[in-house]
């Protein structure tokens, strides 16, 4: 039996217990075109050498309404960003998931566990997005901002199907492909900074909801990034490139559930010949496990070793034969039927290091660069923002 799925989705089902493998790319996938990255902050002058900026920004009549007390924080020396701001930003995002709680149902019935019949090898979902962050400096030393995201996400899956027999669990067969899907995010966000001589450090923290097809709800994601970092004058007036350290952890909203058409996902002339299959791949595993029940003695089927293993074996096959019956149903009524599925999923490594630099043109323009690395998750963003004032 070749229970071994391609790597094309469109050729993906060979086995009933593959029917929801559509599912599973959607809900591993993490949406991870919300990250953000620290911007240079309101900064205290100080120092012998920067004496003549200090005295102007003192005597500087400050005009404009935000950020709340951007008048008395310029009038104590300290130099403060334009308080509103526009960023375009690209993310390019690659992590290790944790699958975990496997269950699925069919047309709207009971779900099914599955967490010993399939269990997951490695899940990696790689993600290219944008992002547009509209910011405004509320307070001097914070700065808020909003998330619009597009993302095209693929998702890498490798899992076992495992079966008990008289000789205990085996691997039967192996799910091993590869999807594309599209998300759309919307989120915001806080950064609280502060800054003297140059150094500064902020704490990202932003909120964010992904809406993507077959999900019941929005998935959501939590990103903190505590970040540490030196601003560097260049001779030009207002140039200048700050660099910084820092870590980068993502939360992810763990269960998800979901439900999908089958009509819309496999061609259903390919169903009964796997549904044979199985069925009697179950029958095999089954004489096999009775054969050695029976062939054991009164008082070895007493030990409650062999009891625990014998039914433990006898609910998974029983669980895999319901999944086996409710394929069939999909068959008999042509493929009109809906799979529902519920699973919960984590990092595999919550946080992983960052370096990052912007350089900043002028007042109004600043470029900027992000690389994240160490752990499970590699990612780099690029981004450009303009800056003005409210």
């Known amino acids: 039996m070749n229970l071994n799925i391609g790597r094309s989705f469109g050729n993906s089902l060979t086995h009933p217990l593959h029917m929801h493998s559509k599912s599973l790319f959607l809900l591993v996938c993490i949406f991870c075109v919300t990250g953000s990255y620290a911007q240079y902050t309101t900064d205290k002058v100080l120092g012998p050498k920067n004496q003549s900026l200090a005295d102007s920004l003192k005597k500087m009549e400050y005009r404009y309404m935000l950020p709340i007390w951007g008048k008395k924080v310029v009038a104590k020396g300290f130099n403060i960003p334009k308080s509103a701001g526009l960023s375009a930003q690209y993310l390019y995002q690659q992590s290790d998931i944790l699958i975990t709680d496997l269950s699925v149902g069919f047309n709207n019935g009971p779900l099914h566990p599955l967490d010993q019949v399939i269990r997951f090898n490695s899940a990696v979902a790689t993600s290219n997005g944008a992002n547009v962050r509209p910011d405004i400096w509320l307070f001097p030393f914070l700065n808020i901002y909003g998330i619009l995201a597009k993302s095209k996400t693929s998702t890498e899956i490798?899992?076992?199907v495992w079966l008990p027999d008289s000789s205990g669990w085996r691997e039967v067969g192996n799910i091993h492909t590869k999807a594309n899907f599209n998300a759309t995010t919307l989120g915001f966000g806080i950064t609280p900074t502060f800054g003297a001589r140059g150094y500064f450090f902020a704490l990202d923290m932003n909120f964010s909801w992904s809406d993507v097809d077959a999900l019941e709800k929005p998935a959501f994601v939590y990103i903190i990034g505590p970040r540490f970092g030196k601003n560097i004058t260049l001779k030009k007036k207002n140039r200048n490139i700050a660099m910084w350290i820092g870590g980068f952890r993502v939360k992810m909203g763990s269960e998800t559930t979901g439900s999908l058409s089958t009509s819309e996902l496999f061609p259903i002339d390919q169903w009964q010949s796997q549904i044979d299959q199985s069925n009697q791949k179950l029958q095999e595993s089954q004489?096999?496990?009775?054969a050695w029940w029976s062939g054991l003695t009164p008082a070895e089927q007493k030990n409650p070793v062999n009891v625990a293993k014998h039914e433990a074996a006898n609910a998974a096959?029983?669980?895999?034969?319901?999944?086996?019956?409710?394929?069939?149903?999909?068959?008999s009524n042509a493929g009109n039927s809906s799979i529902q599925y519920s699973l919960n999923k984590t990092q595999k490594t919550p946080w992983n290091f960052l370096i990052g630099s912007q350089y900043q043109i002028n007042r109004d323009w600043m470029i900027r660069a992000e690389y994240g690395f160490l752990g499970t998750r590699t990612q780099l963003i690029v981004g450009l923002q303009w800056r003005f004032n409210l």
């Open 158 to 160: 490798d899992a076992g």
């Open 287 to 290: 004489q096999k496990v009775d």
């Open 317 to 331: 096959l029983t669980t895999f034969g319901k999944v086996v019956d409710g394929a069939s149903q999909i068959v």
